[in-house]
């Protein structure tokens, strides 16, 4: 690491078979307001993000191991791994969706940004510090399924069925090497852990394709995404989502 880095591509991570595919990130206001101000997508620590089961292996994987990886140290290990990755989420569809907006905005005051695959990747071109790998989640079930052992990013690319309907990309940073984690883990080579989470610069000229408000907003918030978007002097299309639409019979 080091030098100018930006997105990278690596083994674990698998992408999108079409690079155009569309992504949303659903936001309240405030977030929203503070990817403009910022001009940075925030990535939380992977610890942070609320599910118990982040980073973690599956019950078949732990049972397959050697007896000697199966000790106490282990778990502080893959505890230390969980502080030092940090993860910005995505949802891939080509439609908006019903259920995110529900999820993971605030009601009528929330908007979504919609992009690409391909735009997220090349928006961290100002981003000097980490690599940025992105890739799709694989769901499983963790009391039955084997989660593969042989990449450290794998447990950060694996969810539980419960959340397949997300259908979620992951942008990753992590403050380890993608080799030769023991030696990492045994020397001075070892970083802070993060400690919620870090801004990461990014184009947002290159991110954004267009910005769509919630469905359940009034038309003056409309109006003041429009006035917000135009003051940061972000030249993106703002829609009102029709998810609310009336039917016609």
């Given at each position: 690491?080091?030098?100018?880095?930006?997105?990278?591509?690596?083994?674990?991570?698998?992408?999108?078979?079409n690079?155009?595919?569309?992504?949303?990130?659903?936001?309240?206001?405030?977030?929203?307001?503070?990817?403009?101000?910022?001009?940075?997508?925030?990535?939380?620590?992977?610890?942070?993000?609320?599910?118990?089961?982040?980073?973690?292996?599956?019950?078949?994987?732990?049972?397959?191991?050697?007896?000697?990886?199966?000790?106490?140290?282990?778990?502080?290990?893959?505890?230390?791994?969980?502080?030092?990755?940090?993860?910005?989420?995505?949802?891939?569809?080509?439609?908006?969706?019903?259920?995110?907006w529900?999820?993971?905005?605030?009601?009528?005051?929330?908007?979504?940004?919609?992009?690409?695959?391909?735009?997220?990747?090349?928006?961290?071109?100002?981003?000097?510090?980490?690599d940025?790998?992105?890739?799709?989640?694989?769901?499983?079930?963790?009391?039955?399924?084997?989660?593969?052992?042989?990449?450290?990013?794998?447990?950060?690319?694996?969810?539980?069925?419960?959340?397949?309907?997300?259908?979620?990309?992951?942008?990753?940073?992590?403050?380890?090497?993608?080799?030769?984690?023991?030696?990492?883990?045994n020397?001075?080579?070892?970083?802070?852990?993060?400690?919620?989470?870090?801004?990461?610069?990014?184009?947002?000229?290159?991110?954004?394709?267009?910005?769509?408000?919630?469905?359940?907003?009034?038309?003056w918030?409309?109006?003041?995404?429009?006035?917000?978007?135009?003051?940061?002097?972000?030249?993106?299309?703002?829609?009102?989502?029709?998810?609310?639409?009336?039917?016609?019979?």
């Open positions: 690491m080091g030098g100018i880095v930006t997105y990278q591509e690596n083994e674990a991570f698998q992408k999108p078979d690079e155009y595919s569309k992504i949303w990130r659903y936001l309240d206001f405030t977030k929203f307001v503070s990817l403009l101000d910022k001009q940075a997508l925030f990535f939380a620590r992977s610890d942070k993000l609320g599910d118990p089961f982040e980073g973690s292996y599956s019950k078949m994987s732990v049972e397959a191991r050697p007896l000697t990886m199966r000790a106490s140290d282990m778990s502080v290990f893959n505890e230390e791994i969980r502080q030092s990755v940090i993860i910005n989420s995505w949802t891939m569809s080509e439609f908006e969706s019903a259920a995110m529900k999820l993971y905005s605030a009601g009528d005051k929330s908007v979504a940004i919609q992009s690409t695959f391909k735009r997220l990747a090349k928006s961290f071109d100002l981003y000097t510090r980490n940025v790998f992105i890739g799709q989640v694989k769901y499983i079930d963790y009391a039955t399924e084997w989660l593969p052992e042989n990449n450290v990013f794998n447990p950060f690319l694996h969810k539980r069925k419960s959340f397949e309907h997300e259908h979620e990309l992951r942008a990753i940073i992590s403050k380890f090497p993608s080799n030769d984690l023991v030696e990492w883990f020397t001075d080579l070892r970083q802070k852990a993060f400690v919620d989470g870090e801004y990461v610069d990014v184009n947002l000229d290159v991110l954004v394709e267009s910005i769509f408000v919630s469905p359940a907003s009034p038309i918030f409309s109006d003041l995404i429009r006035s917000v978007v135009n003051k940061y002097s972000l030249s993106k299309e703002v829609t009102q989502s029709s998810l609310d639409n009336s039917p016609v019979f």
